[in-house]
């Protein structure tokens, strides 16, 4: 299916658009693909922000909220690479996290290891190495981030992806997640009495 039928289809959709899984590409009328340019996504956002003012699309004023909220999360969404990864496994037909959990060989005992060795970095209350383990998790990110471009690129070349490339995406995303939390661990302003380690991961 071509970018610009993708879109269309999307369009027709965005106003009101009430989806378990919004589609953010087709909401900012953009191509789905993972390595999209944060930059034509703001001016997508805009122009679609300019276009949903009720004096512009003649739109009530819920309805224009209604879309302008879809316009907000869609562009958050986006702009975060790892919420834009999930969203665009999911339009692909990939498994959830709840329907595939597996993770890379060894992957589980590496990372648990890691958050050991972070949280007794933390207890020193010594700004530097969370500093260092801070840099270190954004590595980690990026690694990610790398990895499953080229992925996402190949499943977007099938007409419907094939079920193994997906599923590797989504092990890929099921140990990104974990990086992502130890992100959060590492803020400082983490509580972990709201934000448990495990939930989500």
């Not at 690479?81 to 597996?102: H, I």
């Not at 939390?181 to 934000?195: F, G, H, I, M, T």
Request: negative net charge; contains cysteine; proline residues 5%.
């Amino acid at each position: 299916m071509s970018d610009e039928t993708q879109t269309a289809r999307g369009n027709s959709a965005s106003a009101g658009l009430a989806s378990a899984t919004l589609d953010a590409f087709a909401v900012l009328a953009l191509p789905r693909r993972f390595d999209i340019d944060s930059a034509a996504v703001d001016r997508a956002y805009l122009n679609k922000c300019a276009a949903a003012h009720p004096d512009v699309s003649g739109l009530g004023d819920d309805e224009s909220q209604r879309l302008q909220a879809n316009l907000n999360d869609a562009r958050a969404t986006l702009l975060d690479a790892e919420r834009r990864a999930n969203v665009l496994l999911s339009l692909l037909g990939g498994p959830s996290k709840e329907q595939d959990k597996s993770l890379p060989a060894g992957f589980l005992m590496q990372i648990m290891e890691t958050r050991e060795e972070i949280e007794a970095a933390l207890a020193t209350r010594d700004p530097a190495a969370r500093e260092r383990w801070s840099v270190w998790a954004a590595a980690q990110r990026e690694k990610y981030v790398r990895r499953v471009t080229p992925l996402f690129a190949n499943a977007l070349a099938s007409p419907a992806g094939t079920p193994s490339s997906l599923a590797e995406i989504r092990r890929e995303l099921n140990a990104w997640r974990y990086i992502e939390r130890l992100v959060e661990q590492l803020d400082p302003s983490y509580d972990p009495s709201k934000a448990d380690f495990h939930a989500g991961a």
